[in-house]
């Protein structure tokens, strides 16, 4: 079974920076991908961005050229590195990480990213 440990949420100006990250525990001897998902209040959650066991990205098109996703395999960590952040950022933010033989993700338990002046 896995834990995912998510931290790094907080206020941050628009333009400004904040980092992410999410540490995974458990049995995690066949992992797929890891990476995050953003909800507001009233919508549905959406990606982010993702990681595969192999170090391939994807980011959704909203955060693209702005958000970095990376993955410290020895750890079993994923950090998202959001840049040039806009008050749209706002939302709270999910690590998921899913594993090889399953479509169903395993999710953390949220960090609340607030971007406003």
């Known amino acids: 079974q896995v834990q995912l440990m998510e931290s790094g949420g907080g206020l941050v100006q628009p333009g400004g920076s904040l980092t992410l990250s999410c540490a995974a525990s458990g049995s995690l001897s066949s992992i797929f991908d890891m990476g995050w998902y953003r909800q507001t209040p009233g919508n549905q959650r959406e990606f982010v961005a993702s990681?595969?066991?192999?170090?391939?990205?994807n980011y959704a098109d909203a955060v693209k050229g702005r958000f970095a996703i990376s993955r410290i395999d020895a750890i079993n960590t994923v950090d998202l590195l959001m840049n040039s952040l806009k008050p749209e950022d706002s939302a709270v933010y999910y690590c998921y990480l899913r594993f090889i033989h399953l479509t169903q993700k395993s999710w953390g338990q949220g960090t609340q990213v607030t971007v406003s002046s």
């Open positions: 990681v595969t066991a192999g170090h391939r990205t």
